[in-house]
């Protein structure tokens, strides 16, 4: 058992090396001795939750330092060991991440939302901040966690699951990690939400069996098309949309499910850019697409990094079936996001980690080492993603815990305009973590905002100034002459 288990492991890696081996198997072992006498609420042996934080890390493509601290990752909380035994047996890097991933255990979330989940969230930041292989253990961590929660306590249950959506789901969101994002958040919509998902689940049975037949006969036309056209290395493949998302889109559509659009689509992954334009004449050869609604984020990336080219097209029955067009590494990006980044650097191709969307300001960090670490080995380039990750950057957050990403030095002018123009061009004053702030003061890591607005409040030319942000300074332009503020001269 023990043998085909860590053989597990390591055919989920993708990088095998003797030393990387060497510290696996060391871990595992230390793992199981240590964990031996504990059972799971499941009854199963402790080790089996531990094993498969490790076996989803190995999954995620990550180094083996961190599939190491997967392993160890509840020996100094649960047994307990000593830090120092973790120190003296696999290195100061494992014992960091174990450290690490222990104390954001240690925060404690209280499933009413607003302050709390503010707090829990600010640590979070601060906390992984320093290493973010941290918050990769902790999210493999809570996944296996909610796929075994059918047996903890219906209490606590509840509780695990709503943090999991509130807190979990959106540092996997935040950090580009959909499918780690969406399999958190569907494995907890049942013990959250009881009575939504089986209303959602209820609502979607019948469509989903529409759509999988609708769309098993595009995929059969699409894949015969391709070939004729010589296209080859193209996979083709339909999904349904996650369950969790596809309630909170029928909450804003008033639970109409005829209005989602998006509710399952055909993915079309081709080996080139060039080939994804091929391959949207092709669809639209065969099928009729929806006026204005093709959506080409390959040259134009949306915000947070993504993408792929949509199409709407009628299929057959003239139901509007979406269509994505992807090449394989913006597949790979919008799947795993940061994850799949140190995934890169760890299989020693940077090239690919070059090729990913360069939009995301973590990718211009992760590329900006890359280049200064261009000639040495994987294991540098790696230390240096250890390195304060978020050196230039600042998060600071909404009353209701929404996270703005702001430029070290930003003030609360920036995040006013950050939020929306409205707030900026208005704004009176500031709020920093509960006390009366300026709008010039500047900001720190983790600090919580409020702006007061007043109506007819215009903007200032001395907010200038202290505005650093290129966003907030060409709104404050903006707003200056849309309200007829005059430059008061300089005496
Ligand atoms: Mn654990």
Redesign the pocket.
């Known amino acids: 058992m023990t043998e085909t288990r860590m053989e597990a492991i390591f055919a989920a890696m993708r990088s095998r090396r003797p030393a990387d081996i060497a510290l696996i198997s060391k871990a595992y072992k230390f793992a199981e001795e240590a964990h031996k006498s504990q059972k799971r609420f499941s009854g199963e042996p402790y080790f089996i939750?531990?094993f498969n934080?490790a076996l989803i890390l190995a999954e995620l493509g990550q180094d083996a330092e961190t599939i190491a601290a997967g392993l160890l990752?509840?020996t100094i909380e649960d047994v307990p060991v000593d830090p120092e035994t973790i120190r003296a047996e696999f290195g100061e890097q494992v014992l960091f991440l174990v450290d690490g991933v222990t104390k954001l255990?240690k925060i404690k979330f209280l499933s009413r939302p607003g302050d709390h989940r503010v707090e829990s969230l600010r640590k979070f930041f601060v906390a992984m901040a320093s290493d973010i292989r941290v918050l990769v253990i902790k999210l493999a961590?809570r996944l296996?966690?909610v796929r075994t929660l059918q047996y903890v306590s219906p209490e606590k249950r509840a509780r695990i699951a709503m943090e999991t959506i509130e807190v979990h789901a959106r540092l996997a969101e935040r950090f580009g990690m959909w499918h780690l994002k969406e399999e958190l958040e569907d494995g907890a919509f049942q013990y959250a939400y009881p009575e939504s998902f089986k209303r959602v689940t209820e609502l979607l049975r019948d469509r989903e069996r529409e759509d999988q037949a609708r769309l098993e006969t595009m995929k059969v036309k699409l894949t015969e098309a391709l070939k004729e056209r010589g296209l080859e290395n193209v996979e083709i493949s339909y999904r349904m949309k996650a369950l969790y998302s596809t309630y909170r889109k029928l909450l804003e559509k008033q639970m109409d499910l005829s209005s989602i659009y998006d509710l399952s689509a055909l993915r079309v992954v081709v080996p080139t850019v060039e080939d994804c334009y091929k391959v949207l004449g092709i669809v639209h050869g065969l099928w009729t697409p929806l006026p204005g609604r093709v959506k080409d984020y390959v040259s134009t990336p949306k915000q947070n990094g993504y993408q792929s080219i949509h199409t709407d097209v009628f299929a057959r029955d003239k139901s509007p079936v979406e269509i994505q067009i992807r090449t394989r590494e913006m597949h790979i990006e919008s799947e795993f996001g940061i994850a799949a980044h140190i995934a890169y650097s760890e299989a020693g191709k940077p090239k690919e980690g070059a090729k990913l969307n360069r939009k995301l300001h973590w990718v211009r960090q992760v590329l900006d080492w890359q280049r200064r670490v261009a000639e040495s080995e994987s294991h540098e380039f790696l230390e240096n993603l250890k390195l304060d990750f978020f050196k230039h950057q600042i998060f600071v957050f909404t009353p209701k815990g929404d996270v703005i990403e702001l430029p070290e030095g930003a003030s609360a002018i920036d995040f006013a305009y950050a939020v929306h123009t409205k707030v900026g061009d208005m704004a009176a004053g500031a709020w920093v973590n509960g006390k009366y702030a300026g709008l010039d003061s500047v900001l720190k890591n983790g600090d919580i905002i409020e702006i007061h607005t007043r109506k007819g409040a215009k903007p200032s030319y001395g907010w200038l100034k202290f505005a650093r942000t290129t966003n907030a300074k060409r709104k404050i332009r903006a707003g200056l002459v849309i309200h007829g503020v005059q430059q008061v001269p300089q005496p």
Do not use: M
């Open positions: 939750h531990v934080t990752h509840d255990g961590d296996h966690n």
